[in-house]
T-cell receptor, first 112, second 113 residues
Framework: GNSVTQMEGPVTLSEEAFLTINCTYTATGYPSLFWYVQYPGEGLQLLLKATKADDKGSNKGFEATYRKETTSFHLEKGSVQVSDSAVYFCALILSGTYKYIFGTGTRLKVLA | GAGVSQSPSNKVTEKGKDVELRCDPISGHTALYWYRQSLGQGLEFLIYFQGNSAPDKSGLPSDRFSAERTGGSVSTLTIQRTQQEDSAVYLC???????????FGPGTRLTVL
């Protein structure tokens, strides 16, 4: 079946460190891929997305590249801030469907 | 403008009681989703509404769960005879159309004692 696998957290980094959160997927068709972020006490919000292979989504210094050959969509940021502390969810939706499939989320904690 | 709102933000109930959770989507959004987020788990799809079409209820875990959407706007998720395993955060999301970004509410944290 279709699924999303994320690295388990929590991930704890010092401010200005480099961040990678791994996400791989299994899909029978051609998915669009998303990263959502959930800040403490808030709902999920879209961070970035990519709709086809080799697309790079970017927002707020975060980037992720849709890699069809490795079925991956890893989230990266060059220099994290304390304000980036949140839970990050990788998700996909298959073309022609309406069901999003979410990973289990990865908690990021950035220390000053 | 106003985002997706959910009420109550927290609900504590006793096992066997019924609860109603409310979602107010963004005005004009035709798609509405309910999810359940349990500790350490991803988002579990519960139900999907799109305009006036029949909802997809395939994710509802048992017949104790039901949902409706009135006038294509406000949605209510009802859980009858609550059980302890129903304890979770219930999230609502709306979208201007099916393949677009989802906008999430802050969730309702349900605790069944």
């Amino acid at each position: 079946g279709n699924s999303v696998t994320q690295m388990e957290g929590p991930v704890t980094l010092s401010e200005e460190a480099f961040l990678t959160i791994n996400c791989t997927y299994t899909a029978t068709g051609y998915p669009s891929l998303f990263w959502y972020v959930q800040y403490p006490g808030e709902g999920l919000q879209l961070l970035l997305k990519a709709t086809k292979a080799d697309d790079k989504g970017s927002n707020k210094g975060f980037e992720a590249t849709y890699r069809k050959e490795t079925t991956s969509f890893h989230l990266e940021k060059g220099s994290v801030q304390v304000s980036d502390s949140a839970v990050y969810f990788c998700a996909l939706i298959l073309s022609g469907t309406y069901k999003y499939i979410f990973g289990t989320g990865t908690r990021l904690k950035v220390l000053a | 403008g106003a985002g997706v709102s959910q009420s109550p933000s927290n609900k504590v109930t006793e096992k066997g009681k019924d609860v109603e959770l409310r979602c107010d989507p963004i005005s004009g959004h035709t798609a509405l989703y309910w999810y359940r987020q349990s500790l350490g788990q991803g988002l579990e799809f519960l139900i999907y509404f799109q305009g006036n079409s029949a909802p997809d209820k395939s994710g509802l875990p048992s017949d104790r769960f039901s949902a409706e959407r009135t006038g294509g706007s406000v949605s209510t998720l009802t859980i009858q005879r609550t059980q302890q395993e129903d304890s979770a955060v219930y999230l609502c999301a709306s979208s201007p159309s099916t393949y677009n970004e989802q906008f999430f509410g802050p969730g309702t944290r349900l605790t069944v004692l």
